[in-house]
């Protein structure tokens, strides 16, 4: 069965810390990972993608097949990261990609 | 651009009514997405439509049912409410059902059920 876990529920930094939000999957296949990110009062939204290897608003997640982790890590946090954010596999390929598997989220606050 | 629109913003039912809940797509935007969040989880994968076609289904029971239209709106429906169906229910448009799109959300129907 598909299980994501991310450990934490709330993460506080002071600002200009690196913060790194923790996410593991339990997934059959070889999946594709997303993190979402939902700001105070905005809707859901994707922040990155692993197939990207991009940067989005100096975040960066790494996928870590060995360990089945997908932490996200950003080396200077800002007030404005403050947000719920969303660790989220889905099958690749074929026609899945509206099947995300959500976790629980991470509320990440950044003090000023 | 719009976004993903959906309808209505808030509904209160009571148990055993039967509830729909709309939801229109980014225009351009093939594939529709239906999502149940219960407050403090995150979103559980209810339906996807490509096409007007069902292309997954989550595990939910047989009270939830949906469908998509010509123009690629989208309702979902459930029958015989349970107080445990109160939850904010997300519509998400992609431009397609494979590939690498990525989803974009509305802002929800919250339903309550009483």
């Known amino acids: 069965a598909q299980r994501v876990t991310q450990p934490e529920k709330l993460l506080s930094v002071f600002k200009g810390a690196p913060v790194e939000l923790k996410c593991n999957y339990s997934y059959s296949g070889s999946p594709e990972l997303f993190w979402y990110v939902q700001y105070s009062r905005q809707r859901l939204q994707l922040l990155l993608r692993h197939i990207s290897r991009e940067s989005i608003k100096g975040f960066t997640a790494d996928l870590n097949k060995g360990e089945t982790s997908f932490h996200l890590k950003k080396p200077f946090a800002q007030e404005e990261d403050s947000a719920m954010y969303y660790c989220?596999?889905?099958?690749?390929?074929?026609?899945?990609?509206?099947?995300?598997?959500f976790g629980q989220g991470t509320i990440l606050t950044v003090h000023p | 651009d719009a976004g993903v629109t959906q309808s209505p913003t808030h509904l209160i039912k009571t148990r055993g009514q039967h509830v729909t809940l709309r939801c229109s797509p980014i225009s351009g935007h093939k594939s529709v997405s239906w999502y149940q969040q219960v407050l403090g989880q995150g979103p559980q994968f209810i339906f996807q439509?490509?096409?007007?076609?069902?292309?997954g289904r989550g595990n939910f029971p047989d009270r939830f049912s949906a469908r998509q239209f010509p123009n690629y709106s989208s309702e979902l429906n459930v029958n015989a409410l349970l107080l445990g169906d109160s939850a904010l229910y997300l519509c998400?448009?992609?431009?397609?059902?494979?590939?690498?799109?990525?989803?974009?959300f509305g802002n929800g129907t919250r339903l309550t059920v009483t």
């Open positions: 989220a596999p889905t099958r690749a390929g074929g026609t899945s990609y509206g099947k995300l598997t």
């Open positions: 998400a448009s992609s431009l397609a059902a494979g590939g690498y799109s990525p989803l974009h």
């Open positions: 439509y490509y096409e007007k076609e069902e292309r």
